[in-house]
T-cell receptor, first 115, second 113 residues
Framework: GAVVSQHPSWVICKSGTSVKIECRSL??????MFWYRQFPKQSLMLMATSNEGSKATYEQGVEKDKFLINHASLTLSTLTVTSAHPEDSSFYICSAGRPNGLAQYFGPGTRLLVL | SQQGEEDPQALSIQEGENATMNCSYKTSINNLQWYRQNSGRGLVHLIL?????REKHSGRLRVTLDTSKKSSSLLITASRAADTASYFCATVSNTGTASKLTFGTGTRLQVTL
């Protein structure tokens, strides 16, 4: 299967700081990437759809000014959690789908802990 | 978006037994996919079944789909300790963004020796 990487794999930060998470598709060009958030023992909730070269599409209830998404190239999307607070602590996972493909390939996730 | 429901929420079986997980969803779909997640890790795609298919096999996995009942099941035969993980169904709807996945609540499977 395709390889999608995320960096960092985990991060601990103080409340009020901003955290950037990178998602890279390593062996194919992804015009669309997806960002999910997963709380402990819960399912994945889609936060936003990241489109290369255009603005991201956010799901209802997700603050676009707090979760900044940039998809500057066909292999890289970034999620920036601005002014992070303890309630933003979660597992953030990205995925990428091949053009005209059906399955998605998921990154290994980034665990964020905000103190 | 509305999530689907999966049952059971947790399942504990012994190695060699079969494990069956069920998924129900709310909207009409283009396809339904099953994913596996080891604790604290990303998801791995297991199998995809299209809306016009009723059953699909892949190795020890068997998936069924009943669009009239809006439900699917995943059967893992001859389970192994390494199958211990959380399993999620995810649907792709007929409308909206292509490949946008809506995940079910998941089943935590524990396979003991």
């Amino acid at each position: 299967g395709a390889v999608v990487s995320q960096h960092p794999s985990w991060v601990i930060c103080k409340s009020g700081t901003s955290v950037k998470i990178e998602c890279r598709s390593l062996d194919f060009q992804a015009t669309t990437m997806f960002w999910y958030r997963q709380f402990p023992k819960q399912s994945l909730m889609l936060m936003a759809t990241s489109n290369e070269g255009s603005k991201a599409t956010y799901e209802q209830g997700v603050e676009k000014d707090k979760f900044l998404i940039n998809h500057a190239s066909l292999t890289l999307s970034t999620l920036t959690v601005t002014s992070a607070h303890p309630e933003d602590s979660s597992f953030y996972i990205c995925s990428a789908g091949r053009p005209n493909g059906l399955a998605q390939y998921f990154g290994p996730g980034t665990r964020l802990l905000v103190l | 978006s509305q999530q689907g429901e999966e049952d059971p929420q947790a399942l504990s079986i012994q190695e060699g037994e079969n494990a069956t997980m069920n998924c129900s969803y709310k909207t009409s779909i283009n396809n339904l996919q099953w994913y596996r997640q080891n604790s604290g890790r990303g998801l791995v795609h297991l199998i995809l079944i299209r809306s016009n298919e009723r059953e699909k096999h892949s190795g020890r996995l068997r998936v069924t789909l009943d669009t009239s009942k809006k439900s699917s099941s995943l059967l893992i035969t001859a389970s192994r300790a390494a199958d211990t993980a959380s399993y999620f169904c995810a649907t792709v709807s007929n409308t909206g963004t292509a490949s946008k996945l809506t995940f079910g609540t998941g089943t935590r499977l524990q396979v003991t020796l």
